[in-house]
């Protein structure tokens, strides 16, 4: 289903990147209902609209920079530098991941835009999922276990997701030393999560469809990266986010009280 849903779209240059092993341990009638959903959210304007809205108060309830825009045609690079740009879409994939109700999941360059060398803008296409709340909360366990450098968290949120068998590819994916530095690489995305299914698949266990989505979402965003070129201080952005979450939801509860 993610195969087909990156051959139907504009991100058919992608569809390569696709581990045969993913629709092994998937499934096929969960994704079916996932790509069904995803094609629904697609076509539903007020409900892309109302995700947009959603995220842009949050973003400013947490302070980031970075706001959403109209689609503008625009290209990010002609204005802003690369670590600039390679950090505001860090920034939001982080934020979406820990505060986040719906993901917008186009993170290609073209979804980016910039005035001037600090202020970029973001119009992603309509591709978004609200995943469940068990779904979302396993994810931001797994990268708050992972850049909070507590284990014993990030082995539970493993678990959780049903990647238990697949903890070494996964840790090789968040990637060794202090992630000051990281170089983004289509080609090692496709290997790593290779790796991932296909421990899962040895060990006979399944994972929950939304993983697509999950995969999407890091699709475009490494397809963006490599595209920029260079390193990048990836736990800087999560340091960012995971500050803005709590700020975006210390204001939430603010407001409802």
Known sequence: MLAYLLKSSDLASLVGFVSGD??????????????????RNAGDADGFAAARADLDARLEAGGLSVRLARPSGGDARAGASRETTAGAALDLFFFQVLAGE????????????????????????????????EFRRGVRELYTGFYGG???????????????AAEAPLRA???????????????????????????????GTSIPPEFAVLGLM????YEHLEALGG???????????????????????????
């Open 22 to 39: 993913f629709f092994k341990v998937v499934p096929v009638g969960d994704l079916a209902s996932l790509g069904a959903q995803l094609r």
């Open 173 to 203: 994916h968040f990637g060794l030393g202090d992630q000051r530095a990281v170089r983004f690489e289509l080609a090692t995305f496709q290997a790593t999560f290779a790796s991932v299914f296909r421990a899962c698949r040895v060990a």
């Open 218 to 221: 890091l699709l475009t965003l």
């Open 150 to 164: 507590d284990d014993a968290r990030f082995v539970r949120a493993l678990a959780a997701l049903g990647l238990s």
């Open 231 to 257: 390193t990048f201080d990836v736990r800087a952005s999560f340091e960012r986010a995971h500050v803005a979450a709590r700020r975006s939801a210390s204001r939430g509860r603010e407001a409802l009280s």
């Open 102 to 133: 719906t993901w917008l999941l186009d993170f290609r360059a073209a979804s980016f835009s910039a005035a001037d060398a600090n202020s970029v803008s973001w119009a992603p296409k309509a591709l978004w999922w609200s995943p469940s709340d």
